[in-house]
């Protein structure tokens, strides 16, 4: 077995569950049959192994999703599609972003026959030009997806924290200022009296 095929079936048992119930489009963009209006709801079972084709020229079959990249916020980040051997490209997995690609749905009103087409907004030239869809790929990307989220983490924190002392330091500032206000206008009565 390859590492990319025991990262998969390792992945694949793991978010199997999560993927099929709870799953999908937080930042996908996907269309009706008439790549218009999104469906609202949409199958990962089914959307694995779609067939993939360029938006340019949807007669040419490029391959089929191999896989369904997800964040920690469960939404979609990425497709890994799994190219034939045409158009120039080699038989490699490649990793295409959210906002690179739609999905077409085909007999959206029955689970039963529920279909899908990823249309890619890209060249063959440029698709074979994205990462590809290697564990090296896989363990360099969780990595620096972790530290982005930490950095995003903390730096949240520090604003916070820098916000709520600032609020705290302008209360106690306007609380100054109209206790001083309150003096001077108690003192204004008393010296009229």
């Known amino acids: 077995m390859t590492a990319r095929n025991s990262l998969k079936t390792d992945r694949t048992s793991n978010l199997k569950g999560a993927l099929f119930g709870a799953m999908l489009i937080g930042g996908m963009s996907v269309a009706g049959s008439a790549l218009a209006a999104p469906q609202g709801l949409y199958s990962a079972n089914e959307l694995n192994d779609a067939d993939v084709v360029l938006k340019a020229t949807p007669s040419q079959h490029v391959g089929e999703v191999d896989d369904i990249l997800l964040d920690d916020d469960m939404r979609v980040r990425a497709l890994v599609v799994e190219t034939d051997d045409q ?41 074979s030009q994205q990462p590809e869809y290697t564990s090296t790929w896989w363990a360099e990307t969780k990595e620096a997806t972790s530290k982005a989220w930490a950095n995003t983490k903390e730096g949240a924190s520090s604003a916070w924290e820098t916000t709520k002392s600032a609020t705290a330091d302008a209360l106690t500032s306007a609380g100054n200022a109209l206790e001083s206000a309150g003096d001077k206008a108690q003192q204004a009565v008393d010296g009229n009296q």
């Open 87 to 127: 158009f120039g490209l080699a038989e490699k997995a490649y990793v295409v972003n959210t906002g690179d690609f739609t999905v077409e749905t085909l007999n959206g009103d029955s689970l039963d026959e529920v279909s899908y087409v990823v249309h890619l907004d890209m060249t063959s030239d440029e698709i």
